[in-house]
């Protein structure tokens, strides 16, 4: 394998709106979605073990993380393990890494990508891969993996690429929020739009190049203490000014502003794995399209609902479309998969009523 290829896996974010199996305290990326025997963070660790060195596979994550993330991933050191003090957004997280990883092998290509996303054609992703590090390997670009959209999602940002390019890697005009349907259905129409997947590939020193540019302020701010990376204080300098950067995502910190940003439209089938309906839309489903994780069904006039629980646990339903059922511990959640979406605000309304 090649000693310059690197990768930063994200493993800190929380999941709420997969809750109540999802939650602060062992988010999504530590869980079996799917019931295929792996944790989304060990599928995603051993799909980039494929191209990239197990020890120089990086997961950046919160420091209350680390004893499940080494439970989950025993062949990994504590080196290996990035963690942050405070929740900051991609763009501080990515250029802590970046200047770590700089500090180790200043000749090193990276790909930077979330724990919590389904993969399944992994030949596919490895050959995407591949192609993404040899681009980067050379020039002075930041690389993105845009999906094909399949349908008008709103629920995901969009990338515009010059339609006139006729290269397999296309140069970025602008990233898109997410738009409304009628915005998304126009981008459809238009076929030079990719969904943002929040996978990045580029050069170690074009990334750290981009954030001196464009986030002079934050790139000082971690450079004061590039002496103290991957030594014994460390850990003392995070903890003192890690809290000090800014809260931004790495889009709107770099890949927005910069003019040296490219896409490759994936070959391989991708699901962010963001909601309850993501999650249903992997799954097998049964004649009646109910999905089931866990347990057995057993169904009376339902249909297309998303079932999860305990293994081995009878589950009998009748009479709904289109549900969301979740049965976790003290938790039963039954709620109509359209408006999943609001999870996050029931969540986030029923911790503040436990708080008062």
Request: hydrophobic share 40%; with cysteine.
């Amino acid at each position: 394998m090649n000693k310059n290829y690197y990768a930063v896996i994200m493993a800190g974010g929380v999941g709420s709106r997969f809750w109540p199996v999802s939650t602060p305290e062992f988010p999504k990326q530590f869980h079996d979605m799917l019931g295929t025997g792996e944790t989304l963070v060990q599928k995603t660790f051993t799909r980039l073990s494929q191209l990239i060195p197990k020890e120089n596979i990086l997961i950046l994550t919160n420091d209350k993380y680390s004893d499940i993330l080494k439970e989950q991933l025993p062949m990994i050191t504590n080196e290996q393990i990035v963690l942050e003090p405070d929740m900051r957004n991609t763009a501080p997280c990515i250029l802590y890494a970046s200047m770590k990883i700089k500090k180790q092998n200043p000749d090193a290509v990276m790909i930077v990508a979330p724990s919590d996303h389904w993969i399944e054609d992994e030949v596919q992703f490895v050959s995407n891969l591949q192609r993404a590090f040899d681009n980067c390997e050379s020039d002075n670009v930041l690389m993105t993996l845009g999906i094909i959209p399949t349908f008008p999602n709103t629920g995901y940002g969009y990338i515009e690429y010059n339609k006139l390019d006729s290269r397999q890697i296309k140069k970025v005009v602008q990233f898109r929020e997410k738009p409304d349907y009628q915005t998304a259905k126009t981008f459809i129409q238009r076929r030079n739009f990719l969904w943002n997947s929040g996978i990045f590939v580029w050069n170690v020193r074009s990334i750290l190049e981009a954030f001196e540019k464009f986030q002079p302020e934050m790139y000082q701010l971690f450079q004061a203490g590039f002496s103290t990376f991957n030594t014994s204080e460390e850990k003392q300098f995070i903890a003192e000014n890690y809290s000090k950067a800014e809260n931004i995502s790495i889009d709107y910190a770099v890949m927005e502003k910069a003019d040296n940003v490219f896409i490759l439209p994936a070959t391989f089938d991708w699901n962010d794995l963001g909601t309850w309906g993501s999650l249903y839309d992997k799954l097998p489903k049964d004649e009646c399209d109910n999905a089931m994780v866990n347990g057995n069904l057993f169904v009376e006039n339902a249909t297309n609902n998303i079932i999860r629980t305990n293994p081995n646990k009878m589950v009998v339903i009748g009479g709904l479309d289109d549900f969301i059922i979740v049965d976790k511990d003290d938790v039963l959640l039954i709620y109509p998969k359209k408006k999943e979406q609001e999870i996050k605000q029931i969540v986030a309304k029923m911790n503040a009523k436990k708080s008062e």
